[in-house]
């Protein structure tokens, strides 16, 4: 039995609906991500949202594909993006449901497009399979890309469409009754604790080698002769 094995089967990891995970900036939140998702992936599927930039999602997925060739995630472990077609996308929820399939991690943009997608998803999935047990662990990463308005419950005018999409998402899970938690990963978290009703924050100590804004000097430039 090799180490990600015995990790899975003897640790009993507690999920809660809102969480933060925070750590200053540069202090490796992104690997802290990824151990959490090993410890939790055996129970629920993965979705990442990163910010609306196809440079960050293809470092994620970079990342992760890495991860499982170290022997970090199960061999099986599947990591689907949202640049394949919507048709394609709805696919892969109806087999996820119908067949209650595990070790899935989908890495989407913020954007209202690729979030109505994933709706599309949800719903058609659970459709596919009303008895379905399938759960979800969303993580946020950067998570101030989900704090842009203070109402965070209901739709409404002068939201961004982005915002709109994010709250409906939430609701659909709810109403489908589908398991789902979300973990917020950022390192000015202000506008987060402020919106959201956090119940477990995830804290992180800065490395040995750390170096911060407080450890750099400012030193002026010599004059030109």
């Known amino acids: 039995m090799n180490l990600l094995q015995k990790v899975m089967r003897t640790s009993s990891p507690k999920f809660y609906p809102y969480s933060l995970s925070f750590a200053d900036c540069q202090c490796k939140k992104t690997t802290h991500m990824l151990k959490r998702i090993s410890e939790i992936i055996s129970q629920v599927n993965i979705i990442i949202f990163v910010d609306n930039k196809n440079d960050q999602q293809q470092q994620m997925y970079l990342r992760l594909e890495k991860y499982i ?6 061999n099986d472990t599947k ?8 048709k394609k996308v709805l ?24 979030l109505a997608k994933l709706m599309d998803g949800i719903v058609l999935g659970k459709d596919e399979n009303v008895r379905s047990t399938v759960g979800f662990q969303i993580f946020v990463d950067e998570g101030d890309i989900v704090t842009k308005h203070q109402n965070t419950k209901t739709v409404q005018d002068g939201q961004p469409k982005s915002h709109h999409a994010f ?10 009754n589908i398991k789902c938690y979300v973990e917020f990963i950022s390192a000015t978290p202000q506008n987060i604790l402020g919106n959201y009703p956090i119940e477990k924050i995830f804290t992180y100590p800065q490395p040995e080698d750390y170096v911060g804004f407080k450890d750099i000097d400012f030193v002026h430039f010599p004059k030109p002769k």
């Open 91 to 114: 696919e892969e929820f109806k087999e996820i449901f119908r067949n209650n399939r595990k070790h899935q991690i989908l890495i989407f943009k913020f954007n209202h497009a690729q």
């Open 167 to 176: 709250i409906k998402i939430r609701d659909k899970y709810r109403e489908k």
């Open 79 to 86: 990591v689907i993006l949202d640049t394949i077609p919507h």
């Open 69 to 74: 060739s170290d022997g970090k995630l199960p």
